[in-house]
């Protein structure tokens, strides 16, 4: 049994009152390799944000578990020496789909996990989301919950269409279970089709699709429902079109891809959504690099002359979203 904070590691909850209270949300970024951590680190020890390392259980099957956990003790030390004397970071299963992958990932130096039951019927996500939350307290770790559904392609699960979250559910839901964040579906889903062509409607200057909206009104009803308590918003990438474009100039075919517009994220972040996870958006940025470099360097063949730009092109969308999308810069205390 690792305990996190053994780690360097923190739990989200002071992070989270504190972003509730400061009108931003932390961002929660998935990584599987080590140009991603080495991208957010960097980001977030730059531009003294908080940030939330997230592990997928594809990630976990991809990378090593045990990797994992060691890449991220390195990365406390890494902010450290980038000159973040008191780092907050959180290390967080992403997903975790059964109590046993929430132990494993518990007794071996997570701060964080998430138990998502939301395809479950509502009784039996109660059950196994509490008897999560009652393995997870003992160690101080960190519980988030989910009620509704997001549509698209989640690890290993497929939703093909959202059902919102009900507010009338939500106070049962917490009470019962006593976990400490609860994500929720307003209209986000996962991936880079966020929206059908046909849901959306062009801009006539750019001819680029514009998704229709998220439903504010579902957030406002659980807020009003659990004021102040912590809520997360999934598959909130935004689907930057200059990566999307970058990846067809250089051969590959991305069709109608389109995410979540900015301007609603940054309405979400002051309100009490304090957690908002993005994966997309840096597997297009990573992507985007790669596919640069091999058109127009055929000859390439080292993998830090293609990663290392990737590496770059990730570190500045991480940048971006923490300064003028989530607005968690300048949170640290040194
Ligand atoms: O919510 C899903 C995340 O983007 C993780 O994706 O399961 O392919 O690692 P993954
Ligand atoms: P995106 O696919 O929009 O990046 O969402 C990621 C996510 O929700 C991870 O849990
Ligand atoms: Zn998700």
């Given at each position: 049994?690792?305990?996190?904070?053994?780690?360097?590691?923190?739990?989200?909850?002071?992070?989270?009152?504190?972003?509730?209270?400061?009108?931003?949300?932390?961002?929660?970024?998935?990584?599987?390799?080590?140009?991603?951590?080495?991208?957010?680190?960097?980001?977030?020890?730059?531009?003294?944000?908080?940030?939330?390392?997230?592990?997928s259980k594809g990630?976990?099957?991809?990378?090593?578990?045990?990797?994992?956990?060691?890449m991220a003790e390195g990365a406390v030390q890494y902010a450290k020496e980038l000159g973040c004397e008191h780092p907050e970071i959180v290390?967080?299963?992403?997903?975790?789909?059964?109590?046993?992958l929430c132990k494993s990932?518990?007794?071996?130096?997570?701060?964080?996990v998430m138990i998502d039951g939301s395809q479950l019927p509502y009784d039996e996500n109660v059950a196994l989301t509490k008897k999560v939350v009652d393995y997870a307290h003992q160690f101080d770790v960190s519980v988030e919950g989910e009620?509704?559904?997001?549509?698209?392609?989640?690890?290993?699960?497929?939703?093909?269409?959202?059902?919102?979250?009900?507010?009338?559910?939500?106070?049962?839901?917490?009470?019962?279970?006593?976990?400490?964040?609860?994500?929720?579906?307003i209209g986000t889903s996962h991936g880079a089709y966020k929206f059908k062509p046909e849901q959306c409607h062009k801009d006539p200057k750019t001819g680029r699709l514009i998704p229709p909206p998220l439903a504010f009104d579902v957030l406002d009803g659980v807020m009003k429902e659990l004021p102040g308590f912590p809520i997360v918003l999934h598959g909130s990438s935004s689907v930057p079109q200059e990566e999307v474009d970058t990846i067809n100039k250089y051969g590959g075919k991305l069709e109608a891809a389109v995410g979540i517009p900015e301007e609603e994220l940054r309405k979400a972040a002051k309100s009490a959504v304090c957690k908002i996870n993005i994966d997309s958006d840096s597997r297009l940025a990573m992507t985007a690099a790669v596919r640069k470099v091999f058109a127009e360097k055929p000859a390439e063949?080292?993998?830090?002359?293609?990663?290392g730009p990737a590496r770059d092109n990730m570190e500045k969308l991480y940048k971006h979203k923490i300064l003028n999308v989530l607005g968690s810069n300048d949170k640290l205390a040194n």
């Open positions: 049994m690792i305990n996190y904070k053994d780690l360097g590691l923190v739990n989200t909850k002071e992070m989270f009152a504190k972003a509730i209270k400061g009108g931003y949300a932390i961002p929660a970024f998935n990584f599987n390799n080590m140009e991603q951590l080495q991208a957010i680190i960097k980001a977030s020890s730059e531009t003294k944000s908080p940030v939330i390392l997230q592990v990630a976990r099957n991809y990378a090593n578990q045990t990797l994992l956990r060691y290390l967080h299963l992403d997903h975790g789909d059964s109590f046993e990932c518990i007794d071996m130096g997570f701060s964080s009620l509704g559904v997001l549509a698209g392609v989640e690890d290993e699960v497929v939703a093909e269409h959202h059902t919102y979250t009900r507010p009338e559910e939500v106070v049962d839901f917490v009470t019962k279970t006593g976990c400490d964040s609860l994500a929720i579906s063949f080292d993998p830090r002359k293609y990663l």
